[in-house]
């Protein structure tokens, strides 16, 4: 293995499907602004903090989480998928085509 491709995994974090990928903010970047984030990260981190997963799993979680919600208390992998209506939603498009 000699490939330096700057995402380790083509695959979707959540799903494990082989899908074009986008990048999920762990923290959105609507709330980069707010002084409770400021505080405790810092501005790069806040930039690059976030996972690549497909599109039918990016949309469930904006489907099923505000923005404050997923900032405040769904700001890591594990965080997400303790959520058991998002895990349902994988569960679901882990069996799409
Ligand atoms: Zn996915
Ligand atoms: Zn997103």
Not at 9 to 24: N, Q, Y
Not at 31 to 60: A, V
Not at 75 to 93: D, F, K, P, Q, Y
């Amino acid at each position: 293995m000699t490939s330096l491709a700057q995402t380790p995994s083509a695959v979707c974090e959540l799903c494990g499907r082989d899908k074009p990928l986008t990048f999920h903010h762990l923290i959105p970047r609507a709330m980069h602004r707010k002084p409770r984030f400021r505080k405790h990260y810092d501005k790069q981190e806040l930039r690059t903090r976030g996972i690549d997963i497909c599109g039918l799993c990016h949309r469930g979680i904006h489907d099923l989480l505000s923005e404050k919600e997923l900032a405040a208390e769904y700001n890591t992998t594990e965080l997400l998928l303790a959520h058991e209506g998002l895990r349902r939603h994988i569960g679901w498009v882990r069996k799409q085509k």
